[in-house]
């Protein structure tokens, strides 16, 4: 049974509460042009999502027929995204519903595939990106996420439930449970890692990423989640 009110919000970052994955997108596409290939497209983005690194960087090689070795690949990227991270933004209604989870003193929690460092990178200049959080925010390097453990297996929304939870205990308040939260994701992995916790899950794919999504989409039909195309559509006060 889905509960009428939800107790508590666990938010993905890149590309459901930041711009990121479209800068992601341009700094391989501008790494594309020093072989004359690319621009890096949807129908093959969507299969790099949840892979580790490397593994997607090969799918990449091998599609657009690169002369470059899979690390070679990585290093130049990380080095073009790391110029593009200032520009960093809200997406459409995240910081509105942050605001309003905020003000209303419903528990939220940050999980992120990204490590600290490209958190840090990605954040920095948001003035109070990071208040929002507090102490509940989960890197990909999360220690306290079981190695080889992320996404789409639960443990990074358990580690950010364990952490609210923590500072609940503290306050002589009841334990919130995984059915009694919302996840709120982009990409596949998050959505099956929020399903896999027990998690009421909102879905808000690239507005890119809708064409190749079908196949999942029937698979996940009648599991606990709804799709929206953007974070302005989601009824916050009927909801937490």
Known sequence: MVPSKFKACLFDMDG????TEDLYTEATSDLFKEFGKGPLTWDVKIKLQ????????????????????????A?????IQATKWHRANYLPGAF????????NGIPI???????????????????????????????????RIPKGKGK???YIWYVCLGSLNEHRKSQNLEPIKPE???VFEDGIPGVLSGLAADAHVIWVPH?????????????LAGRKMQILNSLTEFPIERWV
Do not use: W
Not at 52 to 73: C, M, N, R, S, V
Not at 75 to 79: D, L, N, P
């Open 109 to 143: 929690a940050l999980g992120t595939s990204s490590n600290k460092l490209n958190f840090e990178r990605k954040t920095n200049h948001l003035e109070g990106f990071t208040d929002f959080f507090g102490d509940h925010i989960v890197t990909g390097d999360d220690t």
């Open 96 to 103: 509105e519903i942050l605001a309003h989870l905020k003000q």
């Open 152 to 154: 789409p297996e639960p």
């Open 50 to 73: 949840g892979l580790p690194g490397l593994e997607a960087t090969k799918i990449i090689i091998d599609h657009y027929q690169l002369p470059i070795t899979a690390e070679e690949f």
């Open 75 to 79: 290093k130049k990227a990380m080095e």
């Open 207 to 219: 507005p890119e990423a809708h064409a190749y999504i079908g196949p999942v989409k029937e698979k």
């Open 16 to 19: 459901t509460l930041l711009n």
């Open 180 to 182: 009694e939260c919302l």
